[in-house]
């Protein structure tokens, strides 16, 4: 995963975490924990969804949500992908945000490919109103004639 910026992996050696952060991982619920970064979106937004294919094992791709923070169980498909992993190389989709807010989302795609194996990669979301516009919504509402 390119975009949002996928999480930090964290670990003392510089070459592993690169490493790490640019292959996708087995490991459930998303390879990596909570480590930042935190990208902010509003509610409703279409998300500029990137990845980057290394290997061709093609398979099934998916976007999804978890709006609780990584609990494995309350991830929810967001955008189907389709097959991928047939072509090297980058690709691009837009992806729905629901128009809840959410402090502490994670993203999460997975790639189920043909030999058997789960791919993950997770990013961390806040989905929110924009300060700047609750306090004109705030300021229209108690305007009086």
């Known amino acids: 995963m390119v975009s ?4 930090f992996v964290h670990s003392d050696d510089s070459a592993d975490k690169i490493k ?13 924990s909570g480590y930042g970064p935190v990208t902010k979106y ?3 937004e279409t998300m500029f969804f990137a990845y980057n ?26 955008m189907k992908l389709g097959e991928c992993g047939k072509n090297l190389g ?3 989709a837009f ?3 629901p128009h809840e807010t959410c402090d502490k989302c994670t993203i999460r795609f997975t790639w189920n490919d043909d030999l058997g194996n789960n791919y993950l990669n997770c990013a961390n979301i806040q989905i929110a109103e924009d300060h700047m516009m609750r306090k ?10």
């Open 42 to 44: 509003k509610p409703g």
């Open 95 to 97: 992806v729905d945000l």
């Open 53 to 78: 294919v290394s290997i061709t094992h093609p398979g099934e791709c998916k976007v999804q949500l978890n709006k609780y923070g990584e609990e494995a169980e309350n991830f929810y498909d967001i």
């Open 136 to 145: 004109r919504r705030k300021a229209r509402r108690s305007l009086k004639f």
């Open 20 to 32: 790490q952060a640019s292959d996708p991982t087995m490991k459930e619920p998303c390879g990596a």
């Open 4 to 7: 949002p910026s996928m999480r």
């Open 90 to 92: 980058l690709f691009t």
